[in-house]
């Protein structure tokens, strides 16, 4: 117990890092999922290729020498401004091709082909990844290392002292600012408003003149250049990224989705930060909390058992409503 | 019914004529004989899996010419297992079933291996693997199983004793990534610097293809050990050594021939100093004679070889010296698989460009030795601080 208390500064540290990935991509699912009702399986391999554009720019700066020319800063916010623009347009491009056709299809349907352009994607990138560099484990470089230490034994001796990155404090910064922009996004502005309609009616909110076309593209590109700009966020965290990364990650922020009640923004930023921190969580203290029985290895488990849980005993999620039978 | 007559008329046909075909080239002047690969050109290990491919093509290539005068085209088939047990196997059985395949080199991964060589025991097609260090793969008792690399029962108390007694390691924290190869590596390891008196202070799994490790990092750095043994990949590892640095820990990291591979540097960059691996394979290219073989393969291929490159060469090597042999009892007409087979095992004087080779009765390489680097600084391959033999 004492080893659970001493390492628990640093697990929640970890855990928020990570927990904000989640809860970003989460968004991602959420938005779809509350217009269109649509799980767009390929949404974790939008930000998979986030994370390589942005990384291919850093490898393009770097070569051009521009890394160092320009603050830091600076050439981070061109970099995430490149990868979502691209994704963003990757999202409306994909939305177009192979969700548009199938509106009106069986809801089956738009989820296979979401599926197999997750495959589709995954495999672009590793040929365009193996391509250039003959590996498709791409490590881009990373621009904030230094480290930083808060002594938290000085707050209480039983605690050990918490050491992360300077990435870190970006990664949840940033993530912060996209959660509390898309918030006001979509309950303050026009379109945010459109967007809700549609996704309450959408044969509705066509009558009330509303282009139900342009407000589900325009979900598409938020929540598809959101992703890419996460993308580039873990890229930065990890620097070790391959064509693989977001199918896991995909399913995990997925299931943030559905803890916060899938549809519903908070409940998806909330629910990332649970699964984050749950994960990290497992991952250390398994071993101490089921006397050696399970290891680091099974906290995949515990992300996966919480969506079945979910599923039985609320399927509506921890925030959202229970939909009522239209008569 | 009809129909399916008819299909099975055409089938039956169109092998006729294949027969037909394959009989009708014993007839040719010159045979072909093919050597099979099998290592992961593609996915995470592609890296190590290519260096195996090239380096065996490299020595077939020399040895074209000698083969061209017995009267046989020798010819390499590279196969991509993938570093997946299930493609590992599909692959052996179009490997057996092609008939003018006499041997094979391969595999990367233990897992891959022992399943595969299944499929070789039953065509009797002779196997030297140039990299499996898996216990079971030789303690089956199959005749067409060859290696010339060391055992995880000799590698993994090697880098027990190093770290013991020469980085004086005492409470040591063990991670392994749940793989026939990485598990059974680090459970020597620990058996071995149990015996020798050292505290093992944690023992955790990861999973492959994971990205954050902060988990198992946290245990790490609450049990303070003096050093962390990790048995895996460095696709895995590079990013465990990494994270590691970014949380503080400058303890030394130790890992096995999974981490003998440049990637791993790129991968960890400045982090990777500190870092040790023991290796199956010598850095060759230290001796006149390696090195020079290493700039004729730069030369011939773009880039610099690998450890796996010189082990793959001299696999392919000891498998050609093998059918070379069998040929020869032959009367110089083509030997059966099982004829190479048994030539291969019966090799005992082959001196290849990183080890010698003869082979014991279970098909392991009596003169298999393991070597120890330190990564001083960020570049591949590390410096030599130790090296084991078997004899």
Known sequence: MQEVLSTLPQVLIDGLILGAVYAVVALGYTMVYGILELINFAHGEIFMVGAFIGTAALLSFQTAGLLGAMPLWLSLLIVILISSLLTGLLGVGIERLAYRPLRTAPKLIPLISAIGISFLLQDIVRFIAELKTGNYIVTGPSLYVEKITIPFSSLWGGFHDVGFKANSLIVIGVAILIMIGLDLFVNKTKWGIAMRAVAQDRETAQLMSINVNKVIALTFFIGSSIGGATGVLYAQQYSTIDPFIGFILGLKAFTAAVLGGIGNIRGAMFGGLVIGMLEVFAASNLKVLTGGALGAEYKDVFAFMILILVLLFKPEGLFGQAVKEKV | MKKVLSMFSVIALLSATAIGCGGGGQTAKEETIKIATQSPLSGNSATLGEAIKLGAQMALEENKEKFKQMGFNIELLPMDDQGDPKKGVANAQQIGADQSVLGVVGHLNSGVAIPSSVVYEKFKLAMVSPANTAIEITERGMKSVNRICARDDFQGPAAAAYALNDLKAKNIFVIQDKTAYGQGLADNFKSAAEKMGANIVGYEGITIGEKDFNGVLNQVAAKKPDLVYFGGLYAEGGILVKQAREKGLNIPIMGGDGLDSSTIVQIAGDSIKNTFYTS????????????????????????????????????????????????????????????????????????????????????????????IFKFDNQAYPGTLVGEKSKN
């Open chain 2, 280 to 371: 199956v394979a010598a850095d060759v290219s230290k001796s006149p004679k390696g090195k020079e073989w290493a700039d004729a393969y730069e030369k011939k291929f773009g880039k610099k070889p690998e450890s796996f490159s010189f082990y793959g060469y001299d696999a392919m090597g000891v498998l050609l010296k093998g059918l070379e042999d069998a040929i020869k009892q032959n009367g110089n007409k083509k030997p059966t698989r099982e004829q190479v087979m048994n030539a291969v095992r019966a090799i005992q004087d082959y001196e290849g460009v990183a080890t010698k080779v003869a082979f014991d009765e279970k098909g392991d390489n009596k003169y298999a030795k393991v070597f």
